[in-house]
């Protein structure tokens, strides 16, 4: 499956911003879908993920109660919704897709990654 993210930009503290992440493939909704983002000089980290049907999320404890994730599995795409953003949520963003069902916090059960989408947030 191939991956493309867009809708980075740059916003003040406290905005709010939507990335999207499409895929190419009829084979979408077997996938688990993630966000991920790398901040200069620091290790790519989760931020979130979505099960195949949507039925269950999991966020970063530090995006949890502001940022949200969704999946329309009839457009192949995955939705990263951020909001009261700060700072330190400044980085490249980066979809990525897994055939895994748990470990799902963990880079390396993602076997197909976007080219990432930058996200600046100034104060």
């Known amino acids: 499956v191939q991956l493309q993210a867009s809708g980075g930009g740059s916003v003040q503290a406290g905005g709010s911003l939507r990335l999207s992440c499409a895929a190419s493939?009829?084979?979408?909704?077997?996938?688990?879908m993630g966000w991920f983002r790398q901040a200069p000089g620091k290790e790519r980290e989760f931020v979130a993920t979505?099960?195949?049907?949507?039925?269950?999320?999991l966020f970063a404890d530090s995006v949890k109660g502001r940022f949200t994730i969704s999946r329309d599995n009839a457009k192949n795409t995955v939705y990263l919704q951020m909001n009261s953003l700060k700072p330190e949520d400044t980085a490249v963003y980066f979809c990525?897709?897994?055939?895994?069902?748990?470990?799902?916090?963990?880079?390396?059960?993602?076997?197909?990654w976007g080219q990432g989408t930058q996200v600046t947030v100034s104060s």
């Open positions: 493939g009829r084979t979408f909704s077997s996938y688990v």
């Open positions: 979505i099960m195949r049907s949507g039925e269950s999320t």
């Open positions: 990525a897709a897994t055939a895994a069902s748990w470990d799902l916090m963990n880079v390396g059960r993602y076997l197909y």
